[in-house]
Every structure is written in structure tokens, then in C-alpha cells.
């Protein structure tokens, strides 16, 4: 049981190219288990192994949907997902906005661009084999991941002038924490 640190931007760490999982191992499974448990905490619905500084092909998901979807405060359904060495089939062509944010870019939020239907390829966490298409959030959530993979973040995916806006902001707000923690 451990909770990991979490590299945030500008870390070089965060730029690294993630390698292939070889092999699906008790070693592995205990990283999957701190990486949720590392996820709860922030709290995210996502994580990727670089992220707790392990440039491996390898995320985690939980969206974590409000068990009644009228409350938004009622307590969230867990469904864990892991991916190992995951893989886009194909994808819609079909591409909608949807408002990301990033653990390693802590409390900043922009409109991104995705595809909504990818069809996927994975590895569990018992090194079984899965195929399956995902839409919607689950859909966005693991290309927001699998780009961690390849070391791009989501404010990759904005013009200059708004990535430029969203790093200005997070400076600002190191920058406020800083002082009152002093
Ligand atoms: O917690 C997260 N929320 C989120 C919201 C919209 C799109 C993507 C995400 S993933 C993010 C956690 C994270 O940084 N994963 O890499
Ligand atoms: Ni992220």
C-alpha cells in the first residue's frame, strides 16, 4: 500500500516515450495497486504509469460515475480498468470537445478535441488479451492516457496562445500556494 508521487509539468519524465510491459508479473500488479490507490487519492479518473514516474505502457481508469446519475454527490460506482501495451484499432471519424484536465498539469482544465468511438486492444492485469469498442467519456479518458504513453499531454493539443494561457495560470497558482505555505 503506498501512494506514489505524481510528475507534473514541466518534468522531463513526462516527455518520455513509454516502453512495452514484457511481462504481466506480481511486480506489476503491486504498481497497478498503488497507481489506484495514488488515483482515489488526487482524486482522477485516470493514470498513467509515467505519471508516477514508471515509463511503462501501462494505465489505469475509474470513471467513477455518481451511482444515481441525478445526484452528483451520491457515492461513485467503482468499475477499476487496467490497460497493458494498449492499442487503437480504429476510431470514429467523428470528433467532439470535451473539457480535460491532468493531474500533471494540477487544476488546469481546456477543450480538447477527440474522437468519441475508438476501438481498443489491451492487456489486463492477468495478461489476458482484450478487444472492445469504447465511447464517450472511456473513449477520451484512454487516448488522454495512451498519450502519456508517447509523452504528449493534453495541452499539447492547444494552440500556442491557449497553452501558453493554461501554463501562465498554473505558474500563478504554484506561485500563490507557494507563498502561503511560507
Ligand atoms: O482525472 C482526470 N480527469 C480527466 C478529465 C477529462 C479528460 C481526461 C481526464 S484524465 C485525468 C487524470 C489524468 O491526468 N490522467 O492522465
Ligand atoms: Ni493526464
Known amino acids: 500500500m503506498a501512494l506514489l508521487r505524481i510528475y507534473e509539468t ?33 482524486p ?12 511503462k505502457r501501462l494505465l489505469v481508469m475509474d470513471l467513477q460515475e455518481p451511482s444515481d446519475p441525478a445526484d452528483e454527490n451520491s457515492p461513485p460506482v467503482k468499475l477499476p480498468r487496467v490497460f497493458i501495451n494498449p492499442e487503437i484499432v480504429s476510431h470514429s471519424d467523428s470528433e467532439v470537445p470535451y473539457t480535460e484536465g491532468c493531474l500533471s498539469v494540477p487544476d488546469q482544465y481546456a477543450e480538447v478535441m477527440r474522437p468519441d468511438h475508438v476501438r481498443a486492444r489491451w492487456l489486463d492485469e492477468h495478461g489476458k488479451s482484450h478487444e472492445e469498442d469504447l465511447d ?3 473513449a477520451i479518458c484512454l487516448q488522454h492516457e495512451m498519450d ?11 494552440s500556442k496562445l491557449k497553452r501558453d494561457m ?15 505555505a511560507a
Not at 18 to 41: C, G, H, N, Q
Not at 44 to 55: E, F, K, M, N
Not at 166 to 180: D, I, N, P, T, Y
Open 136 to 138: 464517450d467519456l472511456l
Open 148 to 158: 502519456h504513453l508517447e509523452g504528449v499531454l493534453f495541452i499539447d493539443h492547444l
Open 166 to 180: 493554461v501554463l501562465k495560470k498554473l505558474a500563478k497558482a504554484r506561485k500563490e500556494r507557494g507563498s502561503r
Open 10 to 42: 514541466p518534468d522531463p519524465m513526462l516527455r518520455q516515450i513509454s516502453t512495452p510491459v514484457e511481462t504481466v508479473d506480481d511486480e506489476l500488479r503491486a504498481l497497478i495497486k498503488d497507481m489506484f490507490e495514488t488515483m482515489y487519492e488526487a
Open 44 to 55: 482522477g479518473i485516470g493514470l498513467a504509469a509515467v505519471q508516477v514516474g514508471v515509463p
